[in-house]
């Protein structure tokens, strides 16, 4: 079975852009850089907080990324990161278009 693309949407109630550089910089590879299977990544200011959405290659490349990088990361505390986890949406996605 072919792996089908996989969406990642995080919102965080009264997130900040200062939260997200640090953050993002704690769980990138680095400036310009997406981890592995991560096809895609935008970020911004959303009504009553700050929102991310990531496209992955897979739910499994998802996996990977969220239990061996992200959730360590976040739960050993990211100085001047999101203080509280997000609310999450995902989304297996039917179309991707460039």
């Known amino acids: 079975m072919e792996a089908t ?18 953050s993002i910089a704690a769980v990138h590879p680095g400036p310009g850089l997406l981890p592995d299977g991560q096809v895609f990544h935008a970020a911004g200011p959303s009504a009553g907080g700050w929102t991310i959405m990531a ?10 990324f969220r ?17 509280s986890p997000p609310e999450e949406t995902v989304i297996d996605l039917y179309k991707i278009m460039p």
């Open 5 to 22: 693309p996989y969406g990642v949407v995080h919102f965080f109630p009264g997130g900040t852009k200062e939260q997200y550089e640090a």
């Open 55 to 64: 496209v992955h290659q897979s739910k499994e490349s998802w996996e990977q």
């Open 67 to 83: 239990d061996s990088i992200l959730m360590p990361r976040m739960q050993a505390g990211i100085e001047g990161g999101f203080t």
